[in-house]
């Protein structure tokens, strides 16, 4: 009989350490997520829609240890990777995504970031932080491709492009591979193009970026090497934000 993990029997800061979100948050996700995974019919052991969820939140949280969460939820390797293959295409909806990551389009969203940021670290009009990050993959058995994904910290990855606004990601580009360099990376993405042909209107709104970014109109980054008091002060500034 299948084992299902029990919340109740764990505290809140247990369940965010498995699961990296709060009991609530499980139940909002699986509320949202209940009509797409729920099972037609509860047949040769059918795994519930809470006991997917916790599966792929478990393994998102811990690494590609698919035999960690077949111990820790009592089910076979190979429901494990069927459960996780299903998860992970909802949860990739495009549909799904939109609904939570979009990059804010009026004036008021903007301005309510921009006094949120000013309060941290007094940069004016800067709508929203920019950065990469290397999200870890197996390498691609092909020699050709094998080679692109190396990163600069020579493993295998994709460079996930994200902008923070506010804690909360209001734009993220995840296609190209871990040997491509950040600024390519915001050069070829919409966001760019968006931001260059003046989005904002009359109001300069701003992104802060590290040095692995060129310098723009609508995109602050440090000095390399700052020369006075004004530019260190920047800079120092621009780290806590």
């Not at 699986?30 to 829609?49: D, F, G, M, V």
């Not at 939570?100 to 921009?114: E, K, M, Q």
């Not at 197996?138 to 910290?153: G, I, L, Q, T």
């Amino acid at each position: 009989m299948e084992r299902r993990p029990n919340l109740d029997d764990l505290t809140n800061r247990e369940i965010v350490d498995r699961y990296r979100l709060d009991r609530d948050g499980i139940d909002y996700v699986e509320n949202i997520l209940s009509r797409q995974i729920t099972p037609k019919a509860y047949r040769n052991h059918a795994i519930s829609a809470r006991h997917k969820l916790l599966l792929t939140l478990r393994y998102l949280a811990s690494g590609p240890i698919q035999l960690n969460d077949c111990d820790f939820h009592g089910v076979s390797q190979p429901t494990v990777s069927r459960v996780l293959v299903e998860m992970l295409n909802v949860l990739s909806d495009t549909r799904l995504v939109r609904q939570f990551i979009s990059f804010p389009t009026d004036v008021a969203d903007l301005r309510r970031n921009a006094t949120i940021f000013e309060g941290i670290a007094n940069f004016p009009k800067v709508m929203g932080l920019i950065n990469g990050t290397h999200i870890r993959i197996r390498a691609p058995s092909e020699d050709e491709y094998n080679f692109m994904y190396v990163n600069r910290k020579q493993f295998h990855s994709i460079n996930v492009q994200v902008v923070d606004g506010d804690d909360k990601i209001i734009d993220i580009v995840a296609r190209w591979p871990g040997s491509v360099h950040n600024a390519r990376n915001l050069r070829e993405s919409g966001l760019s193009q968006l931001l260059d042909n003046g989005f904002g209107g009359h109001e300069q709104f701003h992104l802060l970026g590290d040095s692995g970014y060129p310098s723009k109109r609508w995109l602050l980054t440090p000095y390399l090497n700052p020369q006075g008091l004004a530019q260190v002060a920047y800079n120092r500034y621009a780290v806590i934000a």
